[in-house]
């Protein structure tokens, strides 16, 4: 499905081939996991390098960079648009349900979170575009190449089809369980875990993977490293620890009229931003989640601005646009060997100082 979008709307032009790169990976890295496209698209970017340089240009690593650099933050800014697009998202849903009994729905959580993507995709490729000057604009060459190895691939099969429908179901359950659940069609709410689960059954049943696939090919550490950030931070929660913090932070906060509203907000998603950078998103936000609530309850008692906390801390999380190691989009696209860490800094500095303000314009405005 990438490969045809990318063949149909690609102009053979550099600033254009970046722009489709955002179009195409940041609302997808929504619903599909962001180190998956990143690998999927990897190729795509050094197939378009290697088969741009010339005689007259054997060489440009400014083109090489504004394309891997393109992919990895594409991936970085679409997270936040749906649950289904970090375990920050669930974590952040998962705390808010069971410290205060609040439910966010998935089709909820993309109304209000999917317009920040919207926002990122322009604003993130003028970014790029004004850091990287590549000597070679036209890729023209270049993508004839990717095309006739599009052509290659021939048409649809009926495994390809048949896992595009479950994946389509699984999405529509994702956007509906809540709806169905409230209105009496489902008896009982089957939650996003069932869903994602069910989804990776009927992938056996059908024949498209075996069980030794998910054995073999499932990072299954992840898996615990998630489970045990969640532990770590109910455990926060429930020794009361959490709000110790909280009351601490907001104490500190009184005297510089910054312990309500968005100014606490953007000390909390500040801190959160910094702290994803050095570390997993998904620990970041079990690390700062039950914190950041807390101090939500304490400023705002109730449960209007609680939703709002949780949402804000869950996309200041996935600001992990500095480092190699912030992110694994990052890292793929480093192992390509077009990148240097610097280049990370160039547009990772800029553009977390922009998510942030967009992230509280975001707030203000829209939410």
Not at 3 to 28: D, E, H, Q
Not at 123 to 128: A, D, F
Not at 150 to 155: A, E, S, V
Not at 237 to 248: E, H, Q, S, V
Request: charged share 10%; glycine share 8%.
């Amino acid at each position: 499905v990438c490969l045809m979008m990318f063949r149909k709307l690609a102009v053979p032009n550099v600033r254009w081939i970046t722009l489709i790169f955002f179009a195409i990976i940041s609302p997808l890295a929504a619903f599909i996991s962001d180190h998956a496209l990143a690998a999927m698209f990897l190729p795509i970017g050094m197939l378009l390098y290697q088969n741009s340089l010339t005689r007259e240009v054997p060489e440009d690593p400014e083109l090489g960079k504004i394309l891997m650099i393109s992919i990895a933050m594409a991936c970085n800014i679409g997270g936040p648009g749906a649950p289904s697009g970090g375990a920050r998202n669930v974590i952040m849903m998962t705390y808010l349900n069971d410290m205060f009994g609040l439910d966010i729905g998935y089709f909820q959580w993309v109304i209000y979170c999917f317009p920040y993507v919207i926002i990122m995709i322009p604003v993130t490729w003028l970014l790029v575009n004004w850091q990287f000057k590549p000597r070679i604009r036209s890729l023209a060459p270049a993508m004839e190449q990717l095309k006739k190895e599009i052509d290659k691939m021939g048409g649809w099969n009926r495994t390809q089809i048949t896992a595009l429908i479950i994946f389509v179901v699984m999405v529509f359950g994702w956007f509906t369980e809540k709806t169905f659940y409230e209105n009496g069609i489902l008896p009982i709410r089957l939650g996003l875990g069932v869903l994602a689960m069910a989804g990776a059954v009927a992938y056996l049943l059908a024949g498209i993977v075996n069980w030794r696939d998910y054995q073999e090919k499932v990072d299954w550490g992840v898996v615990w490293l998630y489970a045990g950030a969640i532990i770590f931070g109910r455990t926060l929660d429930g020794t009361g620890a959490a709000y110790w913090l909280a009351r601490g932070v907001m104490d500190l906060l009184a005297p510089l009229g910054m312990n309500t509203g968005l100014p606490l907000m953007a000390v909390s998603n500040g801190i959160t931003a910094v702290m994803t950078n050095l570390m997993a998103d998904g620990p970041a936000a079990a690390a700062v989640g039950p914190i950041a609530l807390n101090m939500a309850g304490l400023a705002h008692p109730g449960t209007t601005f609680l939703p709002f906390m949780a949402m804000s801390t869950a996309i200041a999380s996935s600001f992990a646009f500095m480092l190699v190691i912030g992110t694994p989009p990052n890292a793929i696209v480093y192992a390509s060997g077009y990148l240097e860490p610097k280049d990370f800094l160039r547009v990772g500095i800029p553009l977390w100082f922009i998510a942030n303000i967009v992230l509280l314009l975001l707030t203000a405005v829209y939410w």
